[in-house]
C-alpha cells in the first residue's frame, strides 16, 4: 500500500476534532475524575493521533519518527528549554500583574488537580504522558501536515498558535504559544520527536517540583497557600526575572548550535567566521537591553511600588 503525506487541511481538520473532543469529552472526563481524567485524556490524545495517521494512510514511522539520542543534541534541547523558560516566566508574570485575577483562577485550578494525588502519580499524569501523547498530536500528525508550507518560520508560528489554543485559556495562551513554537523548532531542526518529548517533559516537571516543594515547606510552617499572597505580584519581581533572563540570549543560540553540533556540513566553531563580529555584538546588545530593563523595574518596585512594600511587611 502506498502511504500517503499529509496535507495542512489534515492537521487542521484533525486538530478541530480534538478540540471538539476536549470540549465534550475530555474535559468532562477531567472534572469528573481530576487527575485521572487528566490521564485519560492523555492517551485518548494518543489513540487519536495514531487513528489520524492511520486513517490518512501515512507512514507512521515517518509521523512519529524515534531516532538515536545524543548529549550534545540533548543539551541544546535543555538550553532552548531554558531561554523559552526564563521568557515565558518573564511573560506570564507581566500578565499576572495586568490580570491577577485571572491568572491566580487559572493557576489555583491547576494546582489543587496536582496536589490531589501523590507526586509519582503527579510525575507520571502531568510530565511523562503529556511529554509523549500531546507531542504525538503537535509535533507528529500537525507538524508533519504542514511540512507542504516549506517556510520554518511559518510552520513554527502555526504550530505556536494552534499550541497556545490547545490549552483552552485566553491568559495562558501566549506563554503556551512560545512553549509550543520552541517545541515546533526543535523537531523541524532534529526531525527526531525524543527531543521534543524530553523540552516539554522538563518544562512539565520544573513547576510541579516548586508546587511540591513549595507545598512542604508551607505544610511545615502551618500556612495554608491558598493565604498567601503569591499572585500579588510586585513590579519588582518582574525585574527579577528579567536579571536572570539576561542568560536568553546566549542560551538560545547556544542550544541551537549544540542541536546542529556534528550534523555533516554544518560548522565547527561557535561563531560562522563571516559573521563572528555582528552575532557577538547583537548578543550582547541584547543582553544589556534585558539587564538594563530588569535593574530598571527592580529599582522602581524597590522605590515605587507599594504592593512590594505590603509584601515586604507581611513577612517581616
Request: hydrophobic share 55%; glycine share 6%.
Amino acid at each position: 500500500m502506498n502511504k500517503r503525506k499529509l496535507k495542512p487541511y489534515h492537521g487542521l481538520l484533525f486538530f478541530a476534532v480534538v478540540m471538539f473532543s476536549f470540549y465534550f469529552i475530555m474535559a468532562p472526563l477531567q472534572m469528573r475524575f481530576g487527575m485521572y481524567g487528566l490521564a485519560m485524556t492523555e492517551l485518548l490524545l494518543l489513540v487519536m493521533a495514531i487513528a489520524c495517521a492511520k486513517l490518512c494512510r501515512a507512514d507512521l514511522k515517518e509521523i512519529f519518527p524515534v531516532g538515536r539520542v545524543r548529549l550534545s543534541k540533548t543539551a541544546g534541547t535543555i538550553l532552548l528549554w531554558l531561554a523559552s523558560f526564563l521568557t515565558v516566566m518573564v511573560l506570564t508574570l507581566i500578565i499576572t500583574w495586568f490580570f491577577p485575577d485571572e491568572m491566580l483562577g487559572v493557576s489555583e485550578g491547576l494546582s489543587s488537580v496536582i496536589s490531589s494525588v501523590p507526586f509519582a502519580v503527579g510525575f507520571l499524569f502531568t510530565v511523562v504522558m503529556p511529554a509523549v501523547c500531546e507531542e504525538a498530536v503537535h509535533r507528529g500528525v500537525i507538524l508533519h501536515s504542514m511540512l507542504p508550507l516549506k517556510k520554518k518560520w511559518l510552520i513554527v508560528l502555526i504550530m505556536g498558535i494552534l499550541f497556545g489554543i490547545f490549552h483552552t485559556s485566553i491568559w495562558r495562551f501566549v506563554p503556551t504559544a512560545l512553549l509550543g513554537a520552541a517545541l515546533s523548532y526543535v523537531m523541524l531542526e532534529t526531525e527526531n520527536m525524543v527531543y521534543p518529548a524530553i523540552l516539554h517533559g522538563v518544562n512539565n516537571y520544573v513547576p510541579l517540583a516548586i508546587s511540591s516543594y513549595s507545598a512542604k515547606i508551607l505544610e511545615r510552617a502551618g500556612s495554608d497557600l491558598s493565604q498567601t499572597s503569591l499572585y500579588a505580584v510586585p513590579v519588582a519581581s518582574i525585574g527579577i526575572y528579567l536579571l536572570m533572563a539576561c542568560c536568553v540570549p546566549f542560551a538560545a543560540y547556544g542550544g541551537n548550535y549544540l542541536l546542529h553540533y556534528g550534523e555533516e556540513g554544518y560548522r565547527s566553531t561557535f561563531f560562522p567566521k563571516k559573521r563572528q563580529g555582528l552575532i557577538i555584538t547583537v548578543l550582547i546588545i541584547t543582553t544589556v537591553l534585558i539587564l538594563a530593563a530588569g535593574f530598571a523595574l527592580l529599582l522602581y518596585g524597590i522605590l515605587f511600588d507599594s504592593q512590594f512594600h505590603d509584601l515586604l511587611r507581611q513577612n517581616m
